[in-house]
């Protein structure tokens, strides 16, 4: 169904129902809004919050962060984290911007290896 | 015989096509031929409640879509087809309605297999005007595509098989007792996505009911309200009551 990079959140929802078979308003009720807004979404006419995004990424079996950067969105729960840390999480970016995908991939490893210990 | 049909278009250019009549058991052969290859495109048997979403979007290739604004801000346009852009349009009045909402798919989907050749030939410059399916004119397509959706929605073998699953009640004259009869109907073959009175009006066309029974029954209602005064006006009445029901 996909034809090249899909880069609207509209078209994604659209190929994602598409492939899975689900229907409008059928999306529509596994995300408890009504198939008038999920029409609107794909047509681009309206946006969805963060917590839509999250339940339309549980009903399509799709990776939340994709739908969440199509939206325009960041995860509120990546939000919290920099809230929560307001000195700290500024400046790692700040010091991590010019890293590669590895190394972010290396890192990631790192920071959860340190989660896991932490919680020992 | 043909007959003119002038669409109720928005626009300015409105023309007429010549529709031809179809016989019903054209139209009901058209449904399940449809049926049949959507039960081939799916790899396995489709059984009731048929999903009227999946066949027009994921088989027949149409975007529904589902609004209020412009034409749709009127509760009596219920649906439309585009079909030089493959959209079905559905008012969002009806959504929440599992009976209205499924039978106006199944209404477009009706216009899609009986008018969509004739339409975009005849219509070859005006192909982006919408065919809409409103509750106060029923042209000639419009009963056709209604007839389709009645097909579709209620297939005759599922119907035929309720029907000889559960006793037939000895007295059926009053309209009450022919609503229960077609709620039971429904439910024991599993059609709960349409209306109590689409399958009142399925099983008076597939001949499971005497129209004269139930419409003996409304008319008793209408007479007891209305009072008409002559067989003319009861008859416009019940019409326009079965309508509203739809």
């Known amino acids: 169904m996909t034809n090249g990079e899909v880069t609207t959140l509209a078209d994604k929802i659209k190929d994602l129902r598409a492939e899975k078979r689900i229907g409008i308003r059928e999306l529509g009720r596994m995300v408890d809004v009504s198939g008038m807004h999920i029409s609107n979404l794909e047509k681009g006419k309206s946006a969805p919050s963060p917590e839509l995004v999250r339940k339309l990424a549980a009903a399509l079996e799709t990776d939340v962060d994709e739908l969440l950067h199509l939206a325009d969105l960041v995860d509120p729960e990546a939000v919290n984290v920099i809230q929560n840390n307001p000195f700290a999480v500024p400046a790692f970016l700040r010091s991590a911007k010019n890293l590669t995908p590895e190394q972010w991939a290396e890192l990631q490893k790192q920071v959860e290896k340190m989660s896991e210990e932490s919680q020992k | 015989m043909a007959r003119s049909y002038r669409h109720p278009n928005m626009t300015s250019n409105a023309f007429s096509i010549e529709f031809p009549e179809l016989s019903d058991d054209h139209i009901e052969a058209s449904a399940r031929q449809l049926l049949s290859d959507f039960s081939e495109f799916s790899g396995s048997s489709v059984s009731t409640p048929i999903s009227v979403e999946s066949i027009a979007e994921h088989f027949l290739g149409y975007e529904i879509e589902i609004s209020d604004e412009g034409l749709f801000a009127d509760p009596d346009y219920l649906g439309g087809i585009i079909f030089a852009s ?161």
């Open chain 2, 86 to 246: 493959n959209v079905i349009q559905v008012n969002a009045s009806v959504e929440s309605n599992e009976g209205r909402y499924n039978f106006t798919i199944a209404h477009e989907i009706g216009h899609h297999v009986l008018h969509r050749q004739i339409y975009l030939e005849a219509s070859a410059e005006n192909a982006s005007n919408i065919l809409c399916r409103d509750t106060n004119d029923k042209p000639l397509i419009e009963q056709q595509a209604d007839r389709f959706a009645a097909a579709l929605l209620m297939p005759q073998q599922a119907v035929s098989e309720a029907v000889s699953a559960i006793p037939r009640p000895s007295k059926l004259k009053t309209p009450r007792a022919v609503r229960g009869y077609a709620a039971t109907v429904t439910k024991v073959g599993s059609m709960g996505n349409v209306s109590n009175t689409a399958m009142v009006n399925r099983l008076i066309d597939l001949g499971y009911l005497s129209e004269a029974s139930y419409q003996r029954g409304t008319s008793h209602d209408f007479s007891r309200r209305a009072r008409p005064s002559f067989r003319g006006t009861l008859w416009r009445l019940l019409t326009r009551y079965r309508r509203r029901l739809k």
